[in-house]
């Protein structure tokens, strides 16, 4: 069978970047549906917009068109060696565009009309403030808080995207939570905040 032409489904991530730096389209396809919404969801917590989220999900996934062949699975897992291309991006359209302050998610305006029941209303408010409460943790916080939390990337997997020691993961992680309760109160925070924006843009 040719290889671009075979099942993806059960294909290991590694092995698909491998395919992606022969050249094989669908490979990359498969890796681009399997992954893209990983990578808009630590887009969108770090830049807080939605256009931002899509432009770097566009940019990542062109680099990895381009550079699949420089990952190295001996260094990490191919879900850590996607999260660091995706951190550089971010980073790069932060830093040139400014973008530090949160904005109102689109859909919580849209969740105003859609969702009427109070309980949905009250959950809507939480994400915001959740959201904004995100937007305003220092960068190496964020970053650490969305990667471990919202990507539930393990402790090791983080350190190699951040490129620091486990010991300064572990640091930065409980700085965020400590200042995301400072913001919010322990109930809001909880033990795992970041875990409830899987589900912010969804009515039930």
Known sequence: ??????????????????????G???????FYRRRS??????????????SVAQDVTQEVFLNVLENAARFDARKGSA??????????????????????????????????????NEERMLFEQRISRLHAAIAELPVEYREALV?????????????????CPIGTVRSRLHRARALL?????PTEAGPAPTRVLETSEVCP
């Open 24 to 30: 094989a389209e669908q490979a990359f396809v498969a």
């Open 37 to 50: 919404d990983d990578v808009f969801r630590f887009a969108y917590a770090m830049a807080k917009s939605s």
């Open 147 to 163: 990667l471990c939390e919202l990507q539930e990337l393990s402790y090791a997997e983080t350190a190699t995207v951040l490129d």
């Open 79 to 116: 879900r850590a060696w996607l999260f660091g291309c995706a951190r550089h991006v971010v980073l790069d359209r932060l830093r040139l565009e400014s973008r530090w302050t949160a904005e109102l998610p689109e859909t919580a305006v849209e969740g105003a009309t859609d969702c009427r």
């Open 181 to 185: 309760t400072a913001a919010l109160g």
């Open 1 to 22: 069978m040719p290889r671009d032409t075979q099942p993806f489904d059960d294909t290991d991530d590694a092995i698909l970047l491998g395919q992606v730096a022969e």
